[in-house]
């Protein structure tokens, strides 16, 4: 098993992936204690389907019951590319939202790995990005891939936080990884840097104030208060500060898929093209691309808000 372990590895390298770790399938405990707590205390916002399908969230043996390995594949996203300077009319787009979805991509590769193995040993798997009821940050930390930063994020020592998940329960009984090491010490950046103040402490982010919620998964008509209203600044969808603020992302460590870079070299998108966009031109423009989960009304929204505010 060893041997195919190694194998699996240097598949998930071939195909991309930069990190490729390994944990045994066991309930959460703590891990899944913490998210209870979490969601007790509202931080989930409206993000209902967050507080579903429990049980599956806490075993994996709810999902697949004959998994015995977690594999947790991490995919780099970060690239050679910044926001355009001195344009107040634009909305700056999140750097995982530069290019394709990465829901799409991540499948597609790790189905080929998964198909490539089956060549030569029978087992049942399922695959996930971020798409489940599955505690992909806990499995990752389990799995060595890297340790929960204090922003929330998996911070890997080597490529930083500007990465993808990707699980994938497997029937295979694969030696597990040791659990990843904790970096982040004393530093601070990301809680001092938090327009909103969302991370209310460490690993631990309230949705309710969080910009990225607001201008990626709330509805077109929850209601926004104007002290966060006033925060976005010029983040159109998603918000990356917590992120360029943090030590281990400061490496030029860039990813070699060309679907993750930005689409047509933009970074950032005009605000008065968005808001006079209609409902064709979006579904074209942003197909198979992470902001079409806005939806054109929750996207115009936005806009008109950064344009009020500029």
């Not at 966060?228 to 898929?257: H, M, W």
Request: proline share 4%; aromatic share 12%.
């Amino acid at each position: 098993m060893n041997d195919l372990k190694q194998y699996i590895k240097q598949l998930a390298n071939e195909i991309g992936f930069e990190q490729c770790g390994f944990a045994r399938v066991s309930p959460l405990g703590t891990e899944f204690q913490n998210y209870l707590h979490w969601l007790e205390l509202g931080f989930d916002a409206d993000m209902e389907y967050l507080s579903k399908h429990l049980e599956k969230r806490k075993n994996p043996l709810e999902i697949l019951p004959d998994a015995k390995t977690v594999i947790v594949l991490a995919h780099n996203y970060k690239t050679p590319f910044e926001y355009p300077e001195a344009n107040e009319r634009v909305g700056f787009i999140a750097r995982y939202a530069w290019g394709d979805d990465y829901h799409d991509v991540l499948k597609e590769k790790a189905t080929l790995i998964m198909q490539k193995l089956s060549e030569i040993v029978d087992f049942d798997y399922k695959i996930y990005v971020d798409t489940g009821p599955i505690l992909e940050r806990a499995w990752a930390v389990r799995s060595g891939i890297g340790w929960q930063g204090k922003n929330g994020n998996i911070i890997n020592f080597e490529i930083g936080s500007y990465m993808f998940l990707c699980v994938v329960l497997v029937s295979l009984e694969l030696d597990e990884d040791s659990p990843a090491k904790d970096y982040c010490g004393t530093c601070q950046r990301c809680i001092l840097a938090c327009p909103t103040g969302a991370i209310v402490q460490p690993k631990v982010v309230d949705s309710r104030r969080c910009l990225s919620f607001w201008n990626i998964e709330a509805k077109p008509d929850a209601e926004l208060l104007q002290e966060i209203a006033s925060k976005f600044g010029r983040r159109l969808f998603g918000c990356d500060i917590c992120q360029e603020v943090c030590p281990y992302n400061k490496k030029n460590i860039f990813t070699q898929e060309k679907r993750f870079y930005p689409r047509n070299g933009e970074t950032a998108l005009s605000l008065t093209e968005i808001i006079n966009m209609q409902q064709e031109d979006f579904s074209r423009r942003f197909r198979r691309s992470p902001i079409k989960r806005k939806k054109i009304q929750g996207l115009k929204k936005i806009a008109e808000i950064l344009f009020k505010n500029v």
